[in-house]
């Protein structure tokens, strides 16, 4: 068996300004407005990235401080300007990733990406696109961790999956590998850690979704 995770989960911690109570990365319930909360994952998962790396991997300063709730609406907010949403959401992986160019090309440093894509098995069956084989799915997110590097994750349809939403982006902190064919992940979501059966999630989505790791701009992966 082998485990891959970020190396220092409280760069997520966040803690309420006025309750004192604690939580592991951001929860999109925390826009103010109906349809930031309804759409609002994938800038909050970006969010998410951009406050772990902006600890100690980016220039200092360039993200703002988020130990708190308030600074963290703050990026989260700032997030939403370029990681925007349309009337479907943050749907696919190129507006995830173009946004987080975009949010980092405005606070003046340069980020990478790499991605990988699950296509809709409609379009698979229809010749329209091929799957990646479920080891290319767990090597990118074994990758990205072995880098200390979060990983963003577009679930379109949940499968057997059910701690993972349909039409959600989540942000994987560790991975559990048992052989090619048995993986399991540990990801933030709701301010919270949770778990599911990524290998059991490749084999039942039929929308299928994908994965971005954004990284800075000197690190190769």
């Not at 799957?131 to 767990?138: H, Q, T, Y």
Request: charged share 25%; aromatic share 12%.
């Amino acid at each position: 068996m082998e485990k891959y995770s970020v190396n220092d989960i409280n760069k997520f911690l966040i803690t309420d300004d006025d309750t004192g109570l604690t939580y592991l990365g951001g929860n999109q319930e925390w826009y103010g407005k109906f349809f930031r909360r309804l759409a609002g994952c994938g800038p909050t998962a970006a969010a998410n990235i951009f406050k772990y790396l902006g600890t100690d991997k980016l220039p200092p300063g360039s993200v703002r401080k988020t130990d708190t709730l308030r600074q963290y609406k703050t990026l989260m907010n700032e997030m939403w300007d370029h990681v925007t949403p349309t009337s479907h959401g943050v749907y696919c992986t190129e507006i995830f990733y173009d946004g987080c160019l975009s949010f980092a090309e405005s606070k003046g440093f340069r980020i990478d990406y790499s991605f990988i894509d699950v296509p809709d098995i409609a379009d698979v069956d229809k010749g329209k696109a091929s799957r990646p084989a479920l080891s290319a799915v767990i090597d990118f997110v074994k990758n990205g961790l072995a880098h200390d590097l979060p990983v963003a994750f577009l679930s379109l349809d949940s499968g057997s999956e059910r701690s993972i939403d349909r039409w959600h982006w989540i942000t994987v902190i560790s991975l559990v590998i048992r052989d090619d064919e048995q993986a399991s992940v540990d990801f933030l979501d709701a301010g919270i850690i949770k778990h599911a059966d990524l290998a059991g999630w490749y084999r039942t989505t039929k929308e299928g979704g994908g994965f971005v790791i954004i990284s800075p701009a000197c690190d190769t992966i």
